[in-house]
């Protein structure tokens, strides 16, 4: 066990060592590595968030509840009173039926013609707003308030919250697939960067294997090196990311403000872990991946 | 410590280096390989290394068959053999001091131990003052005697030299020459590749003498010195 720590502490060394020697070529590598990153860490960080405002918003879908012809003001009244016991109610508002009337006329233009008519023929309408922006719940709220006697119509005001989750899922998806090409990316990036460290050390690797180090020994250092070099990207890629929130959170509040919320960016805490440590680990694979094989190859003559 | 038998190389391309090689060395012993340029005699180090494997015949040095042993055994195998090479092979990105030091390295032997170790070698061969330098600032015969710094730092029971004097003068060739004796007289097996006729006089030993990939004499069973020269 102190054997193989020593090994390796070794072995980190010599990784950075070398890092040193060559600090252009670090850190060209690592801010490649850090947009690659970046990218999907960002985009990630935003529908996040936009799912997280979408929740806060006020003005969620609804249900209306047309009630029957029949149904009194003070009965209305009453059942919009049980109603709002109901859980997962957050408001019911209450249109009575001259409400309902009154408006009519300021907005249709037909009050002229509503004069004519000798009883009023709109019904009386509850307003539900649900708690939570979740079409599933909400859909199950309205069948079970539809059943009520007294109302004719229970009718869902889901559409646009059906559309807002459809685009969340789909760009979530299409983040998934996006960080799984760019992970790709840099297994790719990492994997070259390693290679050639390989082959320009041939002679190096040559020697080192004529006097008895081991594939695992010779291998070691290049797979830090790789490790490093996903660390250092993901770092930048923090660093990227944490640039552009900063350039995007005076317009994110402006348009926060129109739809009556206040945006707050949060889960960059999870960031400051992930992408380093997703980098890392990227980096050591794509070295893996590069060095086993071109280790093989290297053969003293 | 060596015995071949009936050993022979064939190079990629079809070009037989070593035919029909059979002799026998004993641990402990010391003796030259000579031959004319080309003769096979790098080829039959390298074999011994297992740098090259035979390509047909059966080889056993050190109680491995070398005909047998896996990729993954080599390393472990030339731990216990000292190398010196004709074109030196040194890293010339690493100081002297880090290139005698490898053997060691790889072993994870411990820092202090290198440096001992290390000091005891360079001091051997004379170097001693030039363990921080790199070694292209060096003469060809002080980076020859780094590379035999290097390939006597872990201690090998087995010891093979390619042209070890081909770069010195002769009062640094006899120097040189003493050194692989007085490990010989510790018990290293020493086998030497060498074109110089006059240490073969000088020290005496058994001579393998190859000859277009054969090997024509085998002084090990005459009186040989005054045949051989
Ligand atoms: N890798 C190789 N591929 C093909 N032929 C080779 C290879 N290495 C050596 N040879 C050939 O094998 C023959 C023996 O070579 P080797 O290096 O063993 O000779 P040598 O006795 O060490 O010569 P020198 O005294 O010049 O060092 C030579 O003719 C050489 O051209
Ligand atoms: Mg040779």
Redesign the pocket.
Known sequence: MKGWLKRHREALGEALARARRAPLATLLTAAVIGITLALPGGLFLGVDNVQRLAQGLETGGQVSLFLKQDVSDAEAGKLAEKIRRVGGVKNVSVITRAQALAEFKKHSGFGEALNLLDRNPLPAVLVVEPARLDPEALGRLSTELGRDPRVEIASLDLDWVRRLHAILEFARRAVAILAGLLGAAVLIIVGNTVRLAVLSRREEIEVTKLVGGTDAFIRRPFLYSGLLAGLFGGAAAFLFVGIALALLSGPAQELAALYGTRFQISGLAGLVFGLPLAGAALGWLGSRLAVGRHLRLIEP? | MIRFNHVFKR???G?D??KNISFELNRGEMAFLT????????????LIALI?RPSRGEAVVNGQDLTKLPRRRLPHFRRDLGVVF?DYKLLYDRTVFDNVALPLAVTGTDPVEIGKRVRAALDKVGLLSKERVYPITLSGGEQQRVGIARAVVSKPSLLLA??PTGNLDAELSDEIMDLFLDFHHHGVTVLI?T?DQRQIARLNKRVLK?AH?ELEHDSHADTPRSTLL
Request: glycine residues 18%; aromatic residues 8%.
């Open positions: 003559k | 190079y990629e391309g070009y280096a070593l031959g004319h340029s080309g003769a096979g005699k790098s080829t039959l180090l390298r090259e004709q390619d042209e590749a074109h190859l990939g």
